[in-house]
T-cell receptor
Framework: GAVVSQHPSWVICKSGTSVKIECRSLDFQATTMFWYRQFPKQSLMLMAT?????????EQGVEKDKFLINHASLTLSTLTVTSAHPEDSSFYIC?????????????FGPGTRLTVT | SQQGEEDPQALSIQEGENATMNCSYK?????LQWYRQNSGRGLVHLILIRSNEREKHSGRLRVTLDTSKKSSSLLITASRAADTASYFCATGRGSTLGRLYFGRGTQLTVWP
């Protein structure tokens, strides 16, 4: 149980285009989802917290107009990288907290590797 | 990193040996969690220790937490080649409703 999927697992796009990444909780309801990005051989950096039915909360330094987050249902959150640039190339990982689940536990998706050319 | 630091950054041992990784953090926490990441993959939750706990065990894993020193350690006993991965600590803070802040991680290599 407690599986989180991401789609796509990898994507290559051209500079200036937008890319949407989906994060789904497959067998549980997630009131809160989180988006992270990770550069090679580095740690995960929290980008934003996504709550179902409300606006996302962005971490300091993360451009909300560039990284659009939508949490339309209890099982789906999307991250759209708008007007992508090569410096947006990274590994994007989502996680989800189960509604009523153990406090503090997050289940992570397998990640999406974005390459902007 | 957004919160913590792990050391060592890299650790290389032989199968059967124990591996110890340390994590230090800067602010007060609700809990501290350890995760494992295989190369290019998502994270797997290993263990969570709450701020009022000092030690926790799960199989071959032993985690300690010293809130006075703002540090934690992860011990993997009798390591196996399959334990080769990056290990991250992450802290959960009371005011941030579930947000986790990760350290830089320790790359563990276990040689057969």
């Amino acid at each position: 149980g407690a599986v989180v999927s991401q789609h796509p697992s990898w994507v290559i796009c051209k500079s200036g285009t937008s890319v949407k990444i989906e994060c789904r909780s497959l067998d549980f309801q997630a009131t809160t989802m989180f988006w992270y990005r990770q550069f090679p051989k580095q740690s995960l950096m929290l980008m934003a917290t996504s709550n179902e039915g409300s606006k996302a909360t962005y971490e300091q330094g993360v451009e909300k107009d560039k990284f659009l987050i939508n949490h339309a249902s209890l099982t789906l959150s999307t991250l759209t990288v708008t007007s992508a640039h090569p410096e947006d190339s990274s590994f994007y990982i989502c996680s989800a907290r189960e509604a009523g689940g153990p406090t503090g536990w997050q289940y992570f998706g397998p990640g999406t590797r974005l390459t902007v050319t | 990193s957004q919160q913590g630091e792990e050391d060592p950054q890299a650790l290389s041992i032989q199968e059967g040996e124990n591996a110890t990784m340390n994590c230090s953090y800067k602010t007060s926490i609700n809990n501290l969690q350890w995760y494992r990441q295989n190369s290019g993959r998502g994270l797997v939750h290993l263990i969570l220790i709450r701020s009022n706990e000092r030690e926790k065990h799960s199989g071959r894993l032993r985690v300690t937490l010293d809130t006075s020193k703002k540090s934690s350690s992860l011990l993997i006993t009798a390591s196996r080649a399959a334990d080769t991965a990056s290990y991250f600590c992450a802290t959960g803070r009371g005011s941030t409703l579930g947000r986790l802040y990760f350290g830089r991680g320790t790359q563990l290599t276990v040689w057969p």
